[in-house]
Structures are given as structure tokens and as C-alpha cells.
């Protein structure tokens, strides 16, 4: 058994040197659950530094990219952990991606080493091939069986753990400069690896100290042990790939809390015996596509679970439409419901509280109270004015990313100076209202224009998912010879022996939107389709409704 590390007093706000000084100061708390497997602060601390002697043994280095392509399990946070203590930098893979998807994404990535799932291997066994960098690979759980008996040559991860010490190591020139890398999009393209230097990650990510952003950050590292409180439980009901579930993740060990990990496909049966289990505090869903299959399960199982540890629920990473606030407010009165906003390139940029009433105003648009340095900028670059009813683009500046992974035209792109000021511009179109509360449109990329009026799909899908025959939707455009584009509905409906008519889901959103916003087209779909961490696949609903056209 090793010895209990003694704690140390951060210098910088590298990840690494942050997770070394609240560790030892918590040692016998549970740090992490998923499923039966547990790690207390102490275990996990010297299971990371395990993992750091055998990277640093096989040579990886300060700046080499060390692949994580698993589901939710513990492993996942140890791989993560260590590559930052090693000053390496951990890439999120998404382990539903086919060979096709991964090749050419760890092609432009340039990883030099791969931590694996055993359940990945079939899929990964054609990557590791052709992807020539890739010269150390490390597999979780024992092999799996492959019908043509192929496989990854890889190292058992316990039995390269099992051959280290425990014991930390120190590792000379971390700061607050080292990177931190996460892969975000790839629904409409190859994904984007958006670079931040830590320390400003740790601030616009994370919270900065402050989990709960309530307390305001802290303004030295040597004051992080100061926040290390009563230890909170935490669920967040999204993948390790995603940046919801890191940056939280993080943010609650560092603040010496729990974090429950949920493993494998969205079980909301298994979300809510974890509340109840683990006495957790707070969750953090993706969108209606997590949290309305958590109220569902919810209602169909009456008196079920005791969730009386429960004080918080909070969204991020894709919208949540009104209808479904209102419904978590009737159902959970005391509860806070949180939504947040921002993205991989911004951080958090605000949040929201939702309002007695649930849908709020003008259809229910999102709306919401911003963080500093998060503005709206028109095409000109210019704030837009509050309450003239003028639509710019969110931008943030401050503590912003240093840009794109080998990717100079995006980064040109997204990040530009305004007034000798660097700003990142993200695809989200809103306006600001009188009272400088930020209203979000949806994004710029998927806006409809339909007989010169633009129609922004989110605003649309918000009011869809009112209706109760609809269990999702996505609005995309499409060709149409009198209005250039006619808005579309994709709908996956509630009961598909009883699926909505055009009619109906028209009159429904007569009360809350412009004629030229009702869907004109309806296509009715068995399921749609979403990204793992619930985000839309735009991509795929433009083709579904082309599909539809063409067959008419």
C-alpha cells in the first residue's frame, strides 16, 4: 500500500498541480462512482500516478496527445488526469464513431498513444493500422473476441498499473500555459479541436474554484484549499467525451465532491436509483433528449425513488425547451433548475433561472443573464444595441481558447480582434433585450430563410416539443420553389400508432409564433437522430427530409 501523499500548495492553476493539492486533503472521501466501480481521492491519486510512471516509461512527453476512446468509466478520469500531470494532452474520442470517423480525426490530432475500451477494439482495430503516429496503445478490460480473431496489440491498463509505485511523481515545468484540447461537432464535418492554455480554461470552464458560481473565483492558487468544502454529490447524466460532463467532473474534484459517472447508453432508471443511491445534490442533463426520458421515467414510476438529497438541476450542451422546464418546475417545486449556456470554444458564457410560468416570452426563446466578457456583435463587429431588436452573433473575450488544433483558416475565422480586443465569434445568433439579458435565436448556420424571413430552427423546435404528441423534433429547411425554403419538422412522435397531423402541431404553435415560422412540411421518423451527448444531427434531418420530398 503506498503511502498517503502529503498535500501541496499550487503555484499555478495547471490542472495537474490543482489535482496534487486538494487530493491528499481529501484522501478518504469518494472521488468517483460508475456503476460498481469506486475510487476514493486517495485511490485514485495513486492510480493516476501509476498511470503517469508508465506513460513517462514509455516515452510520452511534454505536448504529445494521448487518445481516450471509452464509455463512462473511472478509467476514463485517470487517463485524463495523468496526461495532464505528464503535461500531455488528453483528446476526447468518441467511442461511437466508426474506423472511417476516427481515422482521419486521429490523423490531423497526431496522437502518439491510445487508451482504449475493450468494447472499441472491433471498430478501432482498422484505425490503429493506418494511423501511423500511434505508437503506444494501452487496452481497459480484457480483450474482446473478434469473429476474424483480430486485434490491438496493446498493454493490459491493470497490469501496467500493477508494475508502477504509486507514489507521486514530479514532474518539472508545469504552468498554467499547458494545454487542454477538446474535440467538439462532427455532424456537419470533421470535428474541431479547440485549444485552451489551462489556467484560462480553468477560469472560463470551470468554474475557478467555484463550482456552484456563487462564491466568484479565487484569485490565487494557494487559495483553492480554502474551497474545499463538505464534499457534494454530483451526477452529471452525459459522456466523459462531452464537455459538460469534464469541465463538472473536474470542477467537483477539485472542490473535493463526489462525481457519479453514469456507464454505458442513457439508462434514466439507473440516473435515478443513483440519485437516490448516492444521495446526490446535483444533476446536470443534456437537453430535452436526456431530460425528458428522465421525466418519463419518473412518472411511470410513482413514489419509486427518494430524491430528497436533490437541491439542484441544471442543463447544458444543447437547449432545453420550455415545455419541459415547466413540467421539471410542477414536478420538482423546490427544486433549482439552472440552464446553462456556452460552448467548447467560450466556456460558460451565463445561465438561466426558469421564471414562474415555464414557457416565459415570445415563444420561449432561451434566454440568459450573461457572465463577463460575453457580448453580441453585429456583422460589423459592433455591440448590438440592447433592446433595438438587432441580431449579432454571441462573442466572447477575455479568457478565450488559443484556437483551432491544426486548423489555422478556422481559427482565423473564429477568432478576431475587435478594437485590439481578441474575441471568439460562435455560430449562435441572439439580441439583447433592454434589460441586457442575451436572448438566443439558435444557430447561424442552420437558419431558415423562407420568403426573405429567417427562421431560426431552435425557436421552432421549442415550441414543437410542447406539443405531447411529440416525443422530439428538428426543424431544417428545405427547397421550395415559391419560398426559396419552407420550414420542415421532423418528428418523432409520442405513439406511432397515433402520430401528430401538420394541422395540429400548426395550431398548437399559433399562440406563440409568426405565421411564416409554423412548419409547412411534416416528416414523421421512428427515432431522431442525435449526437451521443443529445446534441442535433442537422446533417441528417435535411436528409431525412429529402428522402420525404423525393418520395411524395
Known amino acids: 500500500m503506498t503511502a498517503p501523499a502529503t498535500a501541496t500548495v499550487p503555484h499555478t492553476f495547471n490542472f495537474a498541480d490543482v489535482w496534487e493539492a486538494v487530493a491528499p486533503r481529501v484522501a478518504d472521501r469518494t472521488a468517483l462512482v460508475c456503476g460498481d466501480q469506486r475510487r476514493t481521492y486517495g485511490e485514485l491519486a495513486e492510480r493516476v500516478n501509476r498511470l503517469v510512471r508508465h506513460l513517462r516509461s514509455v516515452g510520452v512527453a511534454p505536448g504529445h496527445h494521448v487518445g481516450i476512446c471509452m464509455p463512462n468509466r473511472v478509467e476514463w478520469i485517470e487517463t485524463f488526469l495523468a496526461a495532464f500531470t505528464v503535461r500531455a494532452v488528453p483528446v476526447n474520442l468518441n467511442h461511437r464513431y466508426t474506423a472511417a470517423e476516427l481515422i482521419p480525426l486521429l490523423t490531423a490530432d497526431g496522437a502518439t498513444t491510445l487508451v482504449f475500451d475493450a468494447s472499441t477494439e472491433h471498430e478501432l482495430t482498422g484505425v490503429v493500422s493506418k494511423v501511423g503516429g500511434i505508437r503506444h496503445r494501452l487496452r481497459v478490460g480484457p480483450p474482446a473476441a473478434h469473429p476474424d480473431g483480430l486485434g490491438i496489440d496493446a498493454d493490459p491498463y491493470e497490469d501496467v498499473l500493477a508494475a508502477q509505485s504509486g507514489e507521486r511523481v514530479e514532474v518539472p515545468g508545469r504552468s498554467g500555459d499547458d494545454h487542454y484540447v477538446i474535440y467538439t461537432g462532427g455532424t456537419t464535418g470533421l470535428p474541431k479541436g479547440v485549444v485552451w492554455r489551462q489556467e484560462d480554461a480553468f477560469f472560463a470552464c470551470i468554474g475557478g474554484g467555484d463550482p456552484t458560481r456563487l462564491e466568484g473565483a479565487v484569485e490565487h492558487p494557494a487559495h483553492l484549499g480554502d474551497r474545499i468544502g463538505a464534499g457534494m454529490s454530483y451526477l452529471p447524466v452525459a459522456p466523459l467525451m462531452h464537455a459538460a460532463a469534464q469541465w463538472t467532473t473536474l470542477s467537483w474534484l477539485f472542490a473535493g465532491g463526489q462525481t457519479t459517472l453514469v456507464p454505458g447508453s442513457l439508462d434514466p432508471v439507473a440516473v435515478w436509483q443513483a440519485v437516490e443511491d448516492e444521495r446526490v445534490n446535483m444533476v446536470t442533463v443534456v437537453g430535452d433528449a436526456v431530460g425528458r426520458p428522465l421525466m418519463d421515467a419518473w412518472d411511470a414510476n410513482p413514489g419509486r425513488w427518494d430524491v430528497s438529497s436533490l437541491f439542484a438541476l441544471s442543463n447544458g450542451g444543447a437547449p432545453m425547451s420550455p415545455a419541459l422546464k415547466a413540467r421539471i418546475a410542477a414536478t420538482f417545486p423546490s427544486l433549482a433548475l439552472v440552464d446553462g449556456f456556452g460552448s467548447s470554444e467560450t466556456g460558460a458564457q451565463g445561465s438561466q433561472r426558469l421564471q414562474p410560468g415555464g414557457v416565459g416570452r415570445s415563444g420561449g426563446l432561451t434566454r440568459f443573464e450573461a457572465y463577463a466578457d460575453t457580448s453580441v456583435l453585429d456583422d460589423d463587429l459592433r455591440p448590438v444595441e440592447p433592446g433595438s431588436g438587432g441580431i449579432g452573433r454571441v462573442a466572447r473575450r477575455g479568457r478565450i481558447p488559443l484556437g483551432y488544433h491544426n ?146
Open 407 to 552: 486548423d489555422p483558416e478556422r481559427t482565423a475565422a473564429t477568432f478576431v480582434e475587435v478594437d485590439g480586443v481578441r474575441h471568439v465569434l460562435t455560430g449562435d445568433m441572439a439580441t439583447v433585450e433592454a434589460d441586457g439579458t442575451i436572448a438566443l435565436l439558435g444557430r447561424g448556420s442552420q437558419c431558415i430563410n423562407t420568403g426573405g424571413e429567417k427562421v431560426f430552427p431552435e425557436e421552432v423546435e421549442a415550441a414543437l416539443h410542447g406539443h405531447a404528441a411529440v416525443a422530439d423534433v428538428l426543424v431544417v429547411g428545405a427547397p421550395d420553389e415559391r419560398w426559396g425554403s419552407t420550414v420542415v419538422a421532423v418528428v418523432q412522435p409520442t405513439d406511432a400508432a397515433d402520430p401528430p397531423t401538420l394541422d395540429e402541431l400548426r395550431h398548437h404553435c399559433r399562440t406563440t409564433l409568426a405565421g411564416y415560422k409554423l412548419p409547412k412540411r411534416l416528416v414523421l421518423v421512428d427515432q431522431v437522430e442525435r449526437s451521443p451527448a443529445g446534441k442535433a444531427d442537422y446533417r441528417w434531418a435535411a436528409q431525412a427530409a429529402q428522402a420525404s420530398a423525393r418520395a411524395r
